[in-house]
């Protein structure tokens, strides 16, 4: 592995019963890029995804994390590990308070332990008080300080998207994973999606994107891989990934995708979106 590389996935299989999710999937992330992961309906990104931060144990596969062989075996090792991820369907604590929210996932990296919340020892009180100012600054980051006090519940569909991202920020990992953040977004929102993750990107995280919008993931990723029927089928480029005849024909059909390959790589991205939009796996 090379210094660059935050992280490794090598022959990722899993398979459910009698189908056979993913065959023998690679992936590489070089530090500080967003790479984004796509394909139609049943590609088994989801799958993989699941895998990758430990909420389904791959049947094989080698993986490693900064560096260090790293076994996703449980949702809290893998946090704990430097992984942190949202959800497709956002998961907050909705009677608590945006600020609350932030603080749960601050408390992947303390070290009080369970005596010291019971006996309430100066050092988890000076602990709490660092959680807290560190929660803060995160909501301020992702521009939801003013509404530190609100409760989870009460705030805007888009609000709630960058709380998720918050939460996960706030537990300083190594790789940020983004299960389809856009969904449900309106233009607006997206846009200040975009921004956010330009933002965190530009700030040295690493990004691995989940995005049926092929749109945002074109104008936004540094790299793109491409599944299908559980197979790796394309990696590389945006513009690449866009002329590649497989993916073509992964979104259109084998037909149309002879027909797009004299097409501008807008076309074949334009081709592609409109070949994915709704579609979530």
Not at 76 to 88: C, D, E, N, Y
Not at 163 to 177: G, S, Y
């Amino acid at each position: 592995m090379s210094e660059s590389t935050l992280f490794k996935v090598e022959g990722a299989s899993k398979c459910f019963g009698g189908l056979q999710a993913l065959s023998d999937v690679n992936l590489t992330i070089q530090s500080g890029q967003v790479v984004g992961l796509i394909g139609p309906n049943g590609a088994g990104k989801t799958t993989f995804f699941n895998v990758i931060t430990g909420l389904v144990p791959a049947d094989s596969g080698k993986f490693e994390l900064a560096g260090r062989p790293y076994e996703p075996s449980a949702v809290h090792q893998v946090a704990k590990a430097g992984i942190a991820r949202t959800f497709q369907n956002i998961r907050l604590f909705a009677d608590m308070t945006a600020l609350e929210n932030v603080m749960v996932g601050r408390h992947v990296r303390t070290h009080s332990g369970f005596w010291g919340a019971v006996l309430r020892t100066s050092g988890f009180k000076q602990e709490e008080a660092q959680i807290t100012e560190t929660a803060l600054e995160w909501l301020n980051y992702v521009g939801l300080g003013a509404l530190a006090s609100a409760r989870a519940r009460t705030l805007s569909y888009g609000d709630q998207r960058r709380l998720e991202i918050a939460r996960a920020l706030a537990t300083d990992p190594f790789l940020l994973a983004l299960d389809e953040p856009a969904a449900g977004m309106n233009g607006t929102e997206k846009r200040g999606l975009r921004d956010l993750i330009e933002r965190i990107r530009n700030d040295g995280k690493t990004v691995l994107l989940i995005e049926h919008d092929v749109k945002l993931v074109m104008g936004l990723c540094d790299q793109v891989t491409v599944l299908d029927y559980g197979k790796l089928i394309a990696s590389g480029s945006p513009a690449q990934v866009q002329a590649d005849p497989l993916v073509m024909a992964a979104y259109l059909g084998t037909a149309s995708a002879k027909k797009t390959k004299t097409t501008s790589a807008y076309e074949a991205s334009a081709a592609i979106e409109t070949s994915a939009r709704g579609a979530h796996v």
